[in-house]
Nanobody
Framework: VQLVESGGGLVQPGGSLRLSCATS????????MSWYRQAPGKERELVAR????????DYADSVKGRFAISRDNAKNTVALQMNSLKPEDTAVYYC???????WGQGTQVTVSS
């Protein structure tokens, strides 16, 4: 099983980033997928989740209206579009298949002027 996150970087407050997670080694299309984040000194938290067929999504209150999760079951990828970024969004972002123990290496997002 592999999960490879990409797309992070340094962005100014109010800016946007699009994260992507490429997966392999499991049947991607049958799993709900999630994005988590972990800020320095804090616990890892769930940011967004999408159902296996993409028909249902759920978001942490802190990102509702700003972030959008999507998936492509043909390409085994899941994305997170992040808009109106705030300094408190600074964290390492990870994708995960629900109910599995596997994590990628994460991608760093830093929101700073």
């Amino acid at each position: 099983v592999q999960l490879v996150e990409s797309g992070g970087g340094l962005v100014q407050p109010g800016g946007s980033l699009r994260l992507s997670c490429a997966t392999s080694g499991f049947t991607f299309s049958i799993y709900d997928m999630s994005w988590y984040r972990q800020a320095p000194g804090k616990e890892r938290e769930l940011v967004a989740r999408i159902s296996s067929n993409g028909g249902g999504t759920d978001y942490a209150d802190s990102v509702k209206g700003r972030f959008a999760i999507s998936r492509d079951n043909a390409k085994n990828t899941v994305a997170l579009q992040m808009n109106s970024l705030k300094p408190e969004d600074t964290a390492v972002y990870y994708c995960k298949a629900r109910g599995t123990p596997f994590w990628g290496q994460g991608t760093q997002v830093t929101v700073s002027s």
